[in-house]
């Protein structure tokens, strides 16, 4: 039968699996606002509570990603300085549902005085703004803001020319535009929403706005990939000085309100209706998002969803929150979770992790099947992409036979399939199970009471492999394919064929693996069958980080095909 994990698990803060805690108190779900849903996280007050709660309005896009880290660490310093943080992801973005393909950015205005209007039951308002989103709370009612700061503020036409321009740079392999409006990086736009962006412009000082600048908030990480994006050293700080002049001369004590979002919403989709949960998964807790139909069934087909390496567990336009509730429209129950070191999770003394091929990630992969398999007795399928097809991929032997059987792997550009494997030898070797530990960092499972911590054969192989290995390292990057099937086998990154061989011998285990033309030339493979169970699929079109409208279409028409 359909099992429901608990709606909502009491708050506590969550240890990190390297010794210290990625995420603060905090409270996940969504708010009504006419004909949509809004996800929001509020950052509950850590220290004495100030008198008040502060909106941040992010920037969406390619920015969403790359400034994760930075709106994390502002909304857990103000957290820590008392003041309750509100976090929220524009209609058509990130966690945030809409089944359209394109966003209705003309809604984004709404957006921001809906949860406005939503925190305002707690008390006084204040406005952080950052890039885009500074332009948007710039419009809104001034009246209803204690205070305004605007971070890093553009115009929305220099937004879009920025944004459009970032994607003409990506390449010429990525497919046309196939949608009218305008085509962003990971996301689109409709027509009416790029028109509004448009008309957006560029914050000043009138209008009660604090345009907040200075060294200590620079340089802004835009145009940089997730994993180097670093926090400005002194931006959160400045931040928090900023706000709490503005609240040291408010009147007043904080609310006895507490801001409670739903952790559970319903949403029509295709003439029927899917439910959306919030709820935590695997030993960290890790925040997580369950879809189902109205009335699952049993033995509902489940699908999980795991992201790329670098991003949040939802990409900017919301590319597997929309998987997932057109498949639950079609009655399959759907699973999707942060990982470790990105998204919610991100390390807090940490800028990057300089090897996102590690046992966590295998932990964290296996755990969503895990979950996924304990809701449902139906079928089960499950997508990665790039690192994340590694993690699905390589977790597999880890999983109960009961599980593998009936698993179904959708692995989607995983770079590991090249014809130079000796990079990410190196890789492995460097910062990988192989690999002396990094600086300061605590081991990747942490030991205690719980038999699962207790060190596998695969670990205490990979403990004495590291002297051979270490001597070796030259030999290494033109490793013989008998040394790379021993790789392999003691959880060294992607050897894809030596790993194929190996999941070949599962019984029930299906596994498609998926390229887009370019990196399927890239990697030398062409479409056919792998074995019985087992095959390459070449879609075209389909990019690698499927930035393209295009390719997330045509992705998602694979992998619900047959739901």
């Known amino acids: 039968m359909l099992r429901t994990p608990a709606h909502h698990r009491p708050r506590s803060i969550t ?14 779900g969504w708010v009504r606002a006419e004909d949509r849903v809004l996800s929001v996280a509020v950052h ?16 969406p896009g390619r920015e969403r990603v790359t400034m994760f880290r930075t709106i994390i660490d502002v909304a857990r310093t103000l957290a820590a300085d008392g003041w309750r943080v509100v976090r929220f992801d524009w209609v058509g973005t990130g966690l945030s549902p809409w089944t359209a393909e394109a966003a209705p950015a003309e809604k984004w205005l709404g957006d921001l005085e809906v949860v406005r209007e939503w925190a305002a039951h707690a008390g006084p308002v204040h406005g952080l703004g950052v890039r885009l989103g500074g332009s948007v709370l710039a419009a809104s009612n001034e009246r209803g803001w ?32 196939v949608t009218p409006g305008v085509e962003l990086m990971d996301l689109q736009l409709n027509p009416e929403g790029a028109e509004a962006l448009k008309q957006l412009s560029e914050p000043d000082s009138s209008r009660g706005l604090d345009i907040l600048d200075g060294p200590q908030l620079e340089p802004v990480p835009v145009d940089v990939h997730p994993r180097v994006a670093s926090v400005p050293k002194e931006a959160a700080a400045t931040i928090a000085g900023a706000l709490a002049a503005v609240a040291d001369r408010l ?49 509902a087909p489940g699908v999980a969803f795991v992201s ?63 979950e996924l398999a304990r809701l449902t007795d139906g079928p089960l399928k499950a997508a990665g992409v790039c690192l ?64 699962a911590s207790t060190p596998s054969m695969e670990q205490r192989l990979g403990a004495v492999a590291r002297t051979i290995v270490r001597g070796t390292r030259r030999a290494a990057f033109n490793a013989h394919p008998r040394v790379t099937a021993a790789a392999a086998a003691v959880g060294i990154i992607d050897v ?41 699929t070449v879609l075209d079109p389909l990019d690698h980080s499927l930035h393209a409208t295009a390719s997330r279409r045509s992705m998602l028409n694979h992998l619900l095909v047959d739901l």
Request: contains cysteine; charged residues 20%.
């Open 251 to 299: 009147p007043g004590s904080p609310a006895a309100v507490s801001l409670i979002p739903e952790h559970a919403v319903a949403l029509p989709v295709d003439g029927t209706v899917v439910h959306l949960r919030r709820t935590r998964i695997g030993r960290a807790n890790r925040p997580a998002v369950l879809t189902m139909p109205e009335h699952p069934q049993p033995a």
């Open 308 to 370: 790329l390496g670098s991003e949040p567990m939802e990409a900017p336009g919301s590319l597997w929150t929309r998987a997932a509730i057109t498949a639950s429209a079609r009655g399959a129950v759907c699973l999707l979770a942060e990982r470790t070191d990105t998204g919610e999770l991100v390390h807090p003394g940490r800028a990057q992790d300089p090897n996102p091929y590690v046992r966590y990630t295998l932990t964290e992969s296996r755990e969503v099947l895990e």
């Open 146 to 177: 204690a205070s305004r700061h605007v971070w890093a503020p553009v115009s929305g036409k220099l937004w879009l020319r920025h944004q459009v321009a970032l994607r003409r740079m990506a390449g010429p392999e990525l497919p046309a535009r």
């Open 44 to 59: 509950q007050p850590a220290g004495p509570e100030r008198n008040g709660t502060v909106v941040i309005a992010g920037s």
């Open 15 to 28: 240890r990190h699996r390297h010794g210290t805690a990625p995420t603060d108190d905090v409270l996940h």
């Open 388 to 451: 994340g097809a590694w993690g699905l991929v390589a977790c597999v032997h880890q999983l109960p036979d009961h599980v593998a059987q009936r698993l179904s792997l959708y692995a989607v550009n995983n770079i590991g399939w090249q014809r130079a494997p000796w990079r990410y030898w190196r890789q492995g070797l460097r910062s990988g199970p192989l690999s002396p530990a990094i600086p300061g960092q605590a081991p990747a499972e942490p030991s205690g009471s719980d038999p």
């Open 496 to 536: 894809p064929h030596p790993l194929m061989r190996r999941l070949a011998r599962i019984p029930g285990l299906r596994v498609d693996v998926i390229f887009g033309p370019a990196d399927a030339q890239h990697a030398g493979v062409t479409a056919g069958p792998i074995s019985t169970n087992h095959r390459v």
